[in-house]
């Protein structure tokens, strides 16, 4: 990828466009990105089929109408031009505003229409809704990995664009190994991220699940769940006494620690006899070969 001079990192040229304004701020945040406002009929615009949130919240596309009823669309919507259909526009941050718009009755939006390729536009979907919190873990990590696969970044590369710790993007990107049921409930909001990120060290997941629904468990008690079941090979045998709960979740603290400070999924497997190894998971040459220069390898 080309260095930071050639490509700035997504927030600060995003920030002028998308980030939270106060009234008559942003036509200046316009001003100042050399994007010019103006207004467009809804029906003129279409949603971005790159936009990693698939779920609005019925409830709060009611609440946005009724301020959008009183005070109009304070923030205006980012869109690029869709090729081959003249003066309609694709959106690329703002889907939310403009559902919204519609249902506060409104003909016209303020947009700044921006020159971006279809990868700019995906990041640029991901950054907004990130920012805001707006995304479930899921979508979050369905977002990244399409970034990693039709795009090639690495999770380095992906997490200093976004400024995302590696730790989290590596982590948000394990939910994805969830059975499709599960990350269905965290879609829904009946599970936590938490709780999904607890539920990828049990053996059941899809059981706990269902017990985390009917009987609410907290991550805590889910954890604790993981730590009380022993590994495959953890049978005692002579001279070699089972790992207690309070060891394995020690050893789960110490591949977060890890995993924190390197920036990589790090899995910890130890002996009684107090061997053990470290495994570093990388998903490309490209981190591999960042990692031996994080290590201090040639």
């Known amino acids: 990828m080309a260095d930071d001079t050639a490509r700035p990192r997504l927030g600060r040229g995003l920030a002028a466009l998308i980030g939270d304004f106060s009234d008559g701020a942003p036509e200046e945040a316009a001003r100042t990105a050399g994007h010019a406002q103006r207004k467009v009929a ?46 309609t526009f694709e959106i690329v941050a ?65 997490a200093d664009l976004l400024g995302k710790s590696r730790s989290h993007l590596a ?29 990828l060290s049990v053996r059941d997941p899809e059981a706990v699940a269902r017990r985390i629904v009917a009987e609410g468990l907290s991550v805590r008690e889910v954890e604790a769940l993981a730590a009380a079941e022993a590994p495959q090979d953890d049978t005692p045998r002579p001279g070699r006494p089972r790992r207690s709960a309070e060891g394995d979740a020690a050893l789960r603290s110490l591949e977060d620690v890890l995993g924190r400070a390197l920036g990589y999924s790090v899995a910890v497997k130890a002996k009684a006899s107090g061997e053990g190894e470290i495994r570093i998971r990388y998903t490309s040459a490209e981190e591999r070969d960042a990692l031996c220069r994080k290590l201090g390898g040639a």
């Open 94 to 158: 703002g889907e939310r505003r403009w559902r919204a718009a519609q249902r506060a009755g409104l003909n016209e939006v303020p947009v700044v229409v921006v020159e971006i390729d279809d990868r700019t536009s995906l990041e640029y979907a991901i950054l907004e809704n990130v920012q805001r919190a707006d995304l479930n873990a899921i979508e979050e990590a369905s977002g990244y990995e399409r970034l990693m696969g039709e795009f090639k970044y690495t999770q380095a590369e992906l």
């Open 171 to 199: 982590n948000t990107l394990r939910l994805l190994q969830l059975p499709p049921g599960i990350q269905d409930r965290v879609i829904a909001s009946e599970i936590t991220a938490g709780h999904a990120r607890a539920l």
């Open 42 to 87: 809804v029906e003129f615009l279409r949603p971005n089929p790159r936009n990693p949130r698939r779920r609005f919240s019925e409830p709060e596309l009611d609440e946005l109408a009724a301020s959008i009823r009183q005070r109009g669309v304070i923030q205006p919507i980012v869109v690029r031009a869709l090729s081959g259909v003249p003066g």
